[in-house]
Nanobody, 124 residues
Framework: QVQLVESGGGLVQDGGSLRLSCAAS????????MGWFRQAAGKEREFLAS????????YYADSVKGRFTISRDNAKNTVYLQMNRLKPEDTAVYYC?????????????????WGQGTQVTVSS
């Protein structure tokens, strides 16, 4: 089992940047593929990006491709989401998640463990 804690959310202006972090504790972090999701008020949880355990392969949703970058530092047991050119429609609670079975399913059902989320608000 792995425990996940997100940080780095906050209020930013339209066009600004934020970097989210997700610290993991528990079993060997590099054994898990990691993903970032978000959930806006009244909407379903949306896949954003994923990264394999060793960090060699990443995948992005079209909605964030070219603006967001996922990365990880296995020595620090941490995965990051760098978010640039933020828009008001990016406002949501952002979650990191861990996949222990390497499913490569880009939806919430492909992940086993979740953090508590961090709020990102982009003002116009």
């Amino acid at each position: 089992q792995v425990q996940l804690v997100e940080s780095g959310g906050g209020l930013v202006q339209d066009g600004g940047s934020l970097r989210l972090s997700c610290a993991a504790s528990g079993r060997t972090f590099s054994n898990y593929d990691m993903g970032w999701f978000r959930q806006a008020a009244g909407k379903e949880r949306e896949f954003l990006a994923s990264i394999t355990g060793g960090g060699a392969t990443t995948y992005y949703a079209d909605s964030v491709k070219g603006r967001f970058t996922i990365s990880r530092d296995n020595a620090k047991n941490t995965v990051y989401l760098q978010m640039n050119r933020l828009k008001p429609e990016d406002t949501a609670v952002y979650y990191c998640a861990a996949d222990q079975y390497h499913r490569f399913i880009y939806s919430p059902r492909g992940y086993d463990y979740w953090g508590q989320g961090t709020q990102v608000t982009v003002s116009s």
